[in-house]
């Protein structure tokens, strides 16, 4: 058994060719798709973050309005980039769209990747201490973040306040029961998902990973995943971990589907660089006949050791498509392997 939800990346772009040609639409769909989504039985609506791009941005306005328009679906990011975020502004934020939704938000944070502009953190007023890089201040961004949603008091209150406080030193607010147990970190190495393990973190690995073997995508992902599960044994923790893993499914049931992804151009993983030449892994799009879908994601090791299943979708290609997208995986693959 397991959760299938989808990812949008949300572009927009003014082409004539594309249904999204601006940030109105991009937002205004996503919320649309998350309630269809809801409507079809998905269990997640999860969206990426990227700034200084026609992308979807700042999340929290997005997630909050999904939450007010749903009543039974995760909302969740895939990722925010920490290196970008006041972690007490954040924890604010995450709160209010919690409180909204009813304890449905899975946030999705990470190390982030390589943005459109050099050190985008340094606009938004971020920058690492002597002695640290932007991935360190990441790392310290999200242990403050995790601290403060514990709920404990830790602001000396003042004496005169404008309204009267309750007894004892104060938190932020509001304060979301559970909200700590919901946070995902976004892994590319084995290292960071040991690290993630160690901290109470849920992980989300995505279909990028830094190539630390050379086998296939699927195969490192998977020992990620297993490393990550014994981390998490060792440190102790109560309950139970979560893993996502993403993935470009496209089942080809009609003639759009064939004319949008029947082309078997992308099922091989592939090689790229990222930021100072490190070598990464991205792993294979899958797209077929319900048939041959449900025997090659059989042969998905990473799929197999994760619980919940992400679901890229093209956003620019507009709510109904998509829609279909997440149906046809849902009513023509999913059954067969097991995962509803």
């Given at each position: 058994?397991?959760?299938?939800?989808?990812?949008?990346?949300?572009?927009?772009?003014?082409?004539?060719?594309?249904?999204?040609?601006?940030?109105?639409?991009?937002?205004?769909?996503?919320?649309?798709?998350?309630?269809?989504?809801?409507?079809?039985?998905?269990?997640?609506?999860?969206?990426?973050?990227?700034?200084?791009?026609?992308?979807?941005?700042?999340?929290?306005?997005?997630?909050?309005?999904?939450?007010?328009?749903?009543?039974?679906?995760?909302?969740?990011?895939?990722?925010?980039?920490?290196?970008?975020?006041?972690?007490?502004?954040?924890?604010?934020?995450?709160?209010?769209?919690?409180?909204?939704?009813?304890?449905?938000?899975?946030?999705?944070?990470?190390?982030?990747s390589p943005e459109q502009v050099i050190d985008g953190w340094r606009y938004f007023g971020y920058a690492p201490p002597e002695g640290m890089t932007d991935a360190d201040m990441a790392r310290c961004h999200t242990e403050v973040l995790l601290e403060v949603l514990r709920g404990e008091g830790f602001a000396?209150?003042?004496?005169?306040?404008?309204?009267?406080?309750?007894?004892?030193?104060?938190?932020?607010?509001?304060?979301?029961?559970?909200?700590?147990?919901?946070?995902?970190?976004?892994?590319?190495?084995?290292?960071?998902?040991?690290?993630?393990?160690?901290?109470?973190?849920?992980?989300?690995?995505?279909?990028?990973?830094?190539?630390?073997?050379?086998?296939?995508?699927?195969?490192?992902?998977?020992?990620?995943?297993?490393?990550?599960?014994?981390?998490?044994?060792?440190?102790?923790?109560?309950?139970?971990?979560?893993?996502?893993?993403?993935?470009?499914?496209?089942?080809?049931?009609?003639?759009?589907?064939?004319?949008?992804?029947?082309?078997?151009?992308?099922?091989?993983?592939?090689?790229?660089?990222?930021?100072?030449?490190?070598?990464?892994?991205?792993?294979?799009?899958?797209?077929?006949?319900?048939?041959?879908?449900?025997?090659?994601?059989?042969?998905?090791?990473?799929?197999?050791?994760?619980?919940?299943?992400?679901?890229?979708?093209?956003?620019?290609?507009?709510?109904?498509?998509?829609?279909?997208?997440?149906?046809?995986?849902?009513?023509?693959?999913?059954?067969?392997?097991?995962?509803?």
């Amino acid at each position: 058994m397991k959760k299938i939800g989808f990812l949008s990346f949300g572009h927009w772009t003014a082409s004539p060719q594309s249904r999204t040609r601006s940030a109105s639409d991009a937002l205004l769909q996503s919320i649309d798709l998350a309630v269809a989504a809801e409507e079809l039985g998905a269990d997640g609506a999860y969206f990426r973050v990227h700034h200084f791009a026609r992308q979807l941005g700042s999340p929290f306005p997005l997630l909050a309005a999904v939450g007010a328009k749903t009543k039974r679906i995760e909302i969740g990011t895939a990722v925010i980039d920490m290196r970008y975020e006041n972690p007490l502004y954040m924890a604010e934020d995450a709160g209010a769209a919690d409180v909204i939704a009813g304890g449905r938000l899975q946030l999705g944070i990470s190390r982030g990747s390589p943005e459109q502009v050099i050190d985008g953190w340094r606009y938004f007023g971020y920058a690492p201490p002597e002695g640290m890089t932007d991935a360190d201040m990441a790392r310290c961004h999200t242990e403050v973040l995790l601290e403060v949603l514990r709920g404990e008091g830790f602001a000396q209150p003042n004496p005169q306040p404008m309204f009267p406080n309750p007894p004892g030193l104060l938190r932020v607010e509001p304060y979301s029961q559970g909200l700590r147990e919901r946070i995902w970190w976004g892994a590319a190495t084995n290292a960071t998902g040991e690290w993630a393990a160690k901290l109470g973190m849920n992980l989300q690995s995505s279909t990028l990973k830094i190539d630390e073997s050379g086998r296939p995508f699927h195969v490192q992902q998977a020992e990620q995943i297993r490393i990550f599960r014994e981390a998490w044994k060792a440190a102790g923790h109560a309950r139970e971990p979560r893993v996502s893993v993403s993935r470009s499914i496209f089942a080809l049931v009609d003639d759009r589907d064939r004319t949008y992804f029947g082309r078997g151009d992308e099922d091989e993983d592939t090689i790229g660089f990222l930021g100072d030449n490190t070598r990464a892994i991205f792993g294979r799009s899958y797209a077929a006949e319900p048939d041959i879908l449900v025997e090659q994601l059989a042969k998905d090791e990473a799929i197999a050791e994760a619980d919940t299943l992400l679901l890229t979708v093209p956003n620019q290609l507009g709510v109904d498509y998509n829609a279909h997208v997440i149906e046809a995986i849902l009513k023509h693959v999913a059954p067969r392997l097991g995962w509803r």
